[in-house]
């Protein structure tokens, strides 16, 4: 297991340190399994205050179908404090254990957090890309940083998400009448791709497919009803 920074200072120098080599532009084949990857945190007595255990899942679903087809959980000791734009310090140890330990591999993962929707274009979905060597997506629920104008209340309306006069990614209406999600590029797949893929993976609900089964797995325990290869 690598060594994971554990201060602000350590964590930033990796962020700027790995940043260059995130692909933001398709560099993938076919797609035939996407998967969601979300995490948990359960309590550690024996920790300080804020740190825990993070208990990471991922669900694969076929493609397009979106039917269950393989997941894995996996947990490690949080050695990083929360702090908004470090998330992937907490995360990412129990998300690459969890990806080890899956029998069906996904063409692409959608991350429940930011890719280069981030203060140094850095997000979680960025991080385990890298690591994975998988293209992923960034679906975040809340804003991290950056701005954008109105935004419709119609299902796929969408609006640039703008910081500091590059565009980062777009806040994108999934289902009228809920709050937008924020949509960036992960590692290996443009903008547009990201969009198309989302949409593709969304029902009826705000939140695709992926990440709600992944949700489900990692924070309530609800184990997916696999079909067969």
Not at 110 to 115: A, H, S, W
Not at 192 to 217: F, N, W
Request: proline share 9%; glycine share 10%.
């Amino acid at each position: 297991m690598m060594e994971w920074p554990t201060t602000l200072e350590e964590a930033v120098a990796v962020q700027l340190h790995l940043r260059p080599q995130v692909v933001t532009r398709d560099d993938f084949g076919s797609i035939r399994t996407v998967a969601g990857v979300d995490a948990g945190y359960e309590a550690d007595p024996n920790a300080p205050e804020g740190y825990g255990i993070a208990r990471a899942a991922i669900v694969v679903l076929d493609f397009p179908s979106l039917q269950p087809r393989d997941y894995a959980i996996a947990k490690h000791p949080t050695a990083f404090p929360y702090v908004p734009g470090f998330l992937s310090f907490r995360e990412t140890p129990a998300v690459m254990l969890a990806l080890d330990q899956l029998r069906v591999q996904p063409d692409l993962l959608i991350c429940d957090g930011q890719g280069i929707a981030h203060p140094r274009r850095f997000g979680i979905a960025c991080h385990i890309g890298l690591l994975a060597n998988l293209p992923t997506i960034g679906c975040a629920k809340s804003l991290l940083t950056g701005h954008h104008g109105p935004l419709p209340d119609e299902r796929g309306a969408m609006v640039p998400l703008m910081h500091r006069g590059e565009q980062i990614g777009v806040a994108l209406r999934s289902r009228a009448g809920t709050k937008p999600l924020y949509i960036s590029a992960g590692h290996r797949i443009g903008l547009g791709s990201a969009i198309q893929y989302v949409m593709a993976c969304l029902t009826k609900y705000r939140l695709p497919e992926t990440t709600r089964a992944a949700d489900g797995l990692a924070s309530h325990g609800r184990i997916p009803q696999l079909i067969q290869p």
